[in-house]
């Protein structure tokens, strides 16, 4: 094969790569596996932040029931003593029991409030769980589906890539590096082939005289317009 048509196939199938790596990269599928990936990890945090809540509420129940345990017995013992003590102990008795009422009054009306704070965190970890479940799931839906789109498009860079690495081993080292210096300086679209006297990409026809150069340059020369590298076959492409 020609110098010039291993040019052209071998910017086909750069071409194809770029074109088909895009499309993996903007799928659809992808896009949404990404967006719902994100969003268990958020749910995630959000699920450690509540049962770190909970933990909390929890503990301040149990230091409650220890405080009621606690202070029950001082109640007890308080009036344990009542039997021995004269009237002026009696009236200190009264006022400490008073206290210790009125303490357990708080401690009730604190375990209330953390007992409903407490389902409430519950109830929150509940939804929180049942999201993620279904979220996972959803995500594993997903990623079958993004693999099955996939597939077909990282078959297609695959064969690709070995058809490329197969026509560039066909080149000696100098002319494989004047093909990657014009598509790199041409953003992938540096060679083009000549159709009668007009280039196929620049699409500036060539006057008779540059025509002449040209054909005179041999197979692979230079568009006297654009630059680029241009191809004459002797059966143009159409």
């Not at 594993?140 to 860079?157: D, F, N, P, Q, Y």
Request: aromatic share 2%.
């Amino acid at each position: 094969m020609s110098i010039g048509q291993t040019y052209l196939d071998l910017q086909e199938l750069d071409l194809a790569i770029s074109r088909d790596s895009k499309r993996l990269a903007d799928l659809p599928e992808l896009h949404e596996l990404a967006l719902r990936r994100r969003a268990l990890a958020k749910l995630r945090s959000d699920a450690l932040k509540r049962i770190a809540e909970r933990k909390d509420i929890e503990t301040d129940l149990s230091d409650l029931a220890q405080e009621r345990k606690n202070t029950e017995a001082a109640v007890t013992r308080a009036q344990a003593q009542a039997p021995t003590l004269d009237h002026r102990d009696i009236q200190d008795l009264e006022i400490r029991l008073a206290t210790l009422a009125k303490q357990l009054d708080r401690i009730d009306f604190e375990s209330h409030s953390h007992e409903e704070a407490l389902m409430r965190a519950q109830e929150r970890e509940r939804k929180l769980a049942q999201q993620i479940a279904s979220l996972e799931a959803a995500i594993k839906t997903g990623a079958a589906a993004a693999r099955e789109s996939a597939g077909a498009l990282k078959e297609a860079i695959h064969q690709a890539q070995n058809e490329r690495q197969a026509r560039a081993s066909t080149l000696d080292e100098a002319a494989l590096a004047q093909y990657e210096r014009a598509v790199q300086q041409f953003s992938g679209l540096g060679v083009e082939y000549l159709e009668k006297n007009t280039p196929s990409i620049c699409r500036t026809a060539l006057s008779a005289a540059s025509l002449a150069d040209v054909q005179r340059a041999g197979e692979v020369s230079q568009c006297p317009y654009c630059r680029r590298l241009l191809v004459c076959l002797q059966e143009p492409q159409s």
